[in-house]
């Protein structure tokens, strides 16, 4: 990827968000990865959006896991 790249944003549905601690879990773990410019992450519709330039989505879903979340 360059430069000059896309930016892209990848979708995952997440099990196991409850609440507002959950959401900064995650954000936390997403936000410290390459490429990584947002998160958004919704426990109240088990999703995270995830927006950044060379994403890497099994990276991504490691670092869900790693903090104690499911990837659908």
């Known amino acids: ?9 990848h979708d995952f549905k997440v099990n196991g968000m ?3 601690s959950c959401e900064r879990k995650i954000d936390s773990a997403l ?3 390459k ?3 947002k ?5 109240s519709e088990g ?5 950044g330039k060379g994403l890497d989505s099994e990276i991504i879903v ?3 896991e ?7």
């Open 62 to 64: 490691t670092a869900i």
């Open 1 to 9: 990827m360059g430069l000059f790249s896309k930016t892209e944003m």
């Open 18 to 20: 409850g609440c507002g």
């Open 35 to 37: 490429g990584v410019k």
């Open 31 to 33: 936000k410290s990865l």
């Open 66 to 72: 790693s903090v104690g979340f499911t990837v659908e």
């Open 47 to 51: 999703r995270v959006t995830v927006t």
């Open 39 to 43: 998160v958004e992450a919704s426990s």
